[in-house]
């Protein structure tokens, strides 16, 4: 994220419905400006999760996964994070068209 020279973040949640395609959208559309830091946020329902990727954030905070790596399905399968095809690509255009930095913080209920 540190190549963005914008101060300003704007957090999306995403649970990769129709419904949360468009409100990245509209995000997207009516408030990124270009540098902004693009923060898409998924939260995933209390589970057993395994020791690893997984648990990270759990003493230091939600690790931040790039946008570039959200689009790997080996790195996300590891995250339990399965995005759709029309969300990636919502990302993807954003991050090119308007030189966004965006992350994912890969959050879960404890």
Not at 4 to 25: I, M, N, T
Not at 33 to 59: C, F, K, S, V
Not at 85 to 106: E, F, R, W, Y
């Amino acid at each position: 994220m540190s190549e963005c020279a914008g101060e300003r973040r704007v957090g999306v949640v995403v649970d990769f419905s129709a419904c949360s395609q468009k409100a990245l959208k509209w995000a997207v559309d009516n408030v990124v400006q270009e540098g902004d830091h693009l923060i898409l946020i998924t939260i995933r329902p209390e589970g057993n999760y395994e020791q690893g990727e997984m648990q990270l954030g759990e003493a230091t905070g939600s690790p931040l996964i790039p946008v570039k790596e959200f689009s790997d399905p080996i790195i996300m399968k590891k995250y339990g994070i399965h995005p759709d095809a029309h969300t990636l690509d919502i990302a993807n255009s954003v991050a090119t068209q308007k030189g966004v930095c965006m992350c994912i913080p890969n959050l879960h209920f404890v």
